[in-house]
């Protein structure tokens, strides 16, 4: 895992400063090595620059090194990531002739490119984002995985007649570094995602004119920075029409993705939460591996959010090398800042990631397995049993006046107005009710609902324009949405919608910025597209059945252990921000909030967001932490990051 950067223009000091800003600005991303590399000019001056920081994790030699050129093609490449069947892709290549001077993956992904062109990225297994320059043609090949765990970000010089035309990075703040967007504005629609949904839903990003490809996503630019081509080389897989699936091909295909989850040649771990997930992938490790597994826990001093304790007999039933890592009030708070400054953008999330990627870290590893993506496979969250059941509840009720069931949802709704006392209305589920019966009809509108931080009624309150969401998120992701989900069933589509949005808009992003600012790389063996595509093939009741179990994960990933470690509530892996907010934390974020400067640079307004901390701090009761932590970190990151409205 590592970093990348480029720009296509003036090949020019200019725009060697500005590129060599951008790869020190993730010199986290890459601590082992870095590099850059320049094409020849065309006539009017124009090429393109790349730049590379490594985290060396296949090949550790020198021929491992990046911008690496392919001695045959000429291809040149910048690449961010792994690719899992690199060794079938590189037996079949050799099967034709050809030879590698590197044992890694990057010399078989840029001779692939070279040889076959944009269509050899449909073949690549992995997660990765790369940039690579074709010196005949003249064009730019940018690619991004199918399921977005590896970022890519561009940018469009807004002057035709500019010293550049295009630049791209691993991280937002990588091009805000290269000096060459002027003074960077806030997006109004950024920060009203932040308080819809606690972070900023894609492609756009916080920053005007900055985007991210989109999943599955590759494009082509001329040496001028015009765009050639843009093709989804991959896509959600339509649901299950026949049970094409059973576990026992299942089960092969996720022992398989533990495999090849598990090539390195620098030592590596597992993120151990206790839970189904990540037992699972600890489990399938060990029995994939033959030499000792090491896990890791990251414990807190708080009992009611230590999983220390069952972590510690699950990691002795499996027979790893167990570690387990304290995190006090005391330590979070020393290191917050350094933390929060990990985040590439605004986002309620990430943190417990970056302490435990930093502990790893010190440990002396460099590339962690993580259980992330069980829950959206496999129907975990409580979304999976509720949205169905709202659904089902408003086709049921479709005979009776709707005045008469939104009168009977406010109802409802009043009910918990009124036991907070009338300061703040408690942000709750329950409190939306009328809002969700209106929208009973559409699944996407429910899922966000559902999701959102505050009732629509205090989110324009809190920020005047929401720009162009539409419930909660940009009009063009709204739409792929839309599509991915049609004619599914609802469990079918709200797993489409959890992959895409909770897990690749949200944990996807936020781990991978938080566990690179500790230069570790995180592997995710259940975000898998194989696997996905081999899951879809299940029918949802061997997969989803019965709901929130993961059934059909625990019988495959948890063989050989006593189901009764697992018999427990499930409980996510959080930090005690409650209490921490309250105590140590409070002085630092009141200043903040208390700011009308920098709470108004923010977009929001000033007035409702000191009313929001004042109700947060007096116990108001349905305001939990994640609504004021996520403007908190809205507005910090906005003056650190110098981005403003």
């Given amino acids: 895992m590592c970093g990348i950067a480029g720009i296509i223009g003036r090949i020019g000091d200019r725009n060697r400063a500005a590129l060599k800003r951008m790869s020190d600005a993730m010199i986290h991303r890459g601590p082992d090595g870095h590099g850059m590399w320049e094409s020849t000019p065309d006539a009017r001056g124009f090429g393109a620059l790349l730049a590379h920081r490594r985290l060396a994790i296949l090949d550790l030699s020198p021929a491992g090194a990046q911008p690496m050129v392919d001695p045959i093609s000429g291809h040149v490449i910048v690449f961010n990531g792994e690719i899992y069947n690199f060794q079938e892709l590189r037996d079949r ?66 002057d035709p007649s500019g010293e550049w035309s295009l630049m791209f990075a691993s991280e937002v703040r990588a091009l805000l570094a290269s000096g060459l967007l002027g003074k960077p504005r806030l997006r109004p629609e950024a920060a009203a995602s932040v308080v819809w949904n606690g972070f900023v839903a894609g492609p ?10 989109w999943p599955g996503q590759l494009r082509v630019y001329d040496g001028s920075g015009n765009e050639e081509m843009s093709r989804n080389f991959w896509a ?7 049970g094409r699936m059973d576990e026992e091909r299942l089960s092969a295909i996720l ?85 929060l400054d990990s985040l590439d953008q605004p986002t309620f999330d990430g943190l417990n990631s970056y302490y435990m990627s930093h502990a790893v870290r010190e440990a002396g590893f460099t590339v962690a397995l993580v259980g992330t993506g069980g829950d959206e496979l496999f129907g975990g969250y409580t979304s999976f049993r509720d949205l169905p059941r709202l659904h089902s509840w408003f086709r049921r009720l479709r005979w009776m006046p709707r005045g008469t069931v939104e009168a009977g949802a406010r109802l409802i709704a009043s009910a918990t107005r009124r036991s907070n006392g009338g300061a703040i209305p408690p942000q709750i589920r329950w409190a939306k009710l009328p809002d969700m019966l209106r929208r009973g009809d559409d699944l996407i509108a429910l899922y966000q609902l559902a999701y959102a931080l505050f009732l629509p009624d205090f989110q324009r309150a809190l920020i005047p324009s929401d720009g162009a969401l539409v419930d909660g998120l940009p009009g063009k992701l709204r739409a792929r949405l839309e599509q991915e989900i049609r004619e599914r069933s609802p469990l079918s589509a709200i797993s489409v919608l959890e992959q895409r949005l909770f897990l690749g808009e949200r944990l996807l992003r936020d781990n991978d910025a938080a566990s690179m600012a500790a230069s570790i790389e995180q592997r995710l063996p259940l975000v898998d597209q194989v696997l996905v ?113």
């Fill in 93 to 158: 290549l050799a099967a034709s002739g050809q030879t590698f001077q590197s044992s890694g993956d990057t010399a078989v992904l840029v001779r692939a490119v070279g040889i076959q062109g944009p269509d050899a990225v449909g073949s690549l297994r992995g997660m990765f984002a790369f940039a690579s320059w074709d010196p005949q043609r003249r064009q730019l090949l940018l690619a991004r995985d199918p399921l977005g765990i590896k970022p890519l970000y561009l940018a469009r010089c807004p």
């Fill in 204 to 213: 756009d990003t916080a920053v005007a004119g900055i985007e991210s490809l």
């Fill in 236 to 242: 959600m897989p339509p649901p299950a029409d026949g």
């Fill in 255 to 339: 022992e398989e993705c533990l495999r090849l989850h598990l090539i390195s040649d620098v030592p590596l771990g597992v993120f151990l939460s206790g839970g189904v997930d990540s037992s699972a992938v600890a489990n399938l490790a060990r029995r994939a591996n033959r030499g000792p597994i090491h896990t890791f826990t990251l414990a807190f001093e708080e009992p009611e959010y230590d999983e220390g304790p069952i972590a510690r007999r699950i990691a002795e039933a499996i027979g790893t090398q167990h570690r387990e890592v304290v995190l006090s009030e005391q330590q979070f708070a020393g290191r917050l800042d350094e933390a």
């Fill in 533 to 645: 595509e081999a899951v879809s093939e299940l029918p949802d009741g061997p997969r989803y059945q019965p709901l929130r179990q993961k059934a059909a994960l625990r019988r495959i990933g948890l063989r050989g252990l006593d189901g009764a470690l697992f018999d427990r509530p499930k409980s996510g892996f959080v930090l005690p921000f409650d209490r921490w907010i309250r105590r140590g934390l409070s002085e630092r974020i009141d200043q903040t909030l208390r700011d009308p400067a920098a709470v108004g640079a923010a977009g929001l307004d000033p007035a409702v967001v000191r009313r929001l901390w004042e109700a947060f701090l007096g116990g108001a009761r349905g305001l939990y932490w994640s609504r004021v932590w996520a403007v908190y970190v809205l507005v910090r990151w906005c003056l650190r990051n110098e981005v403003h409205r």
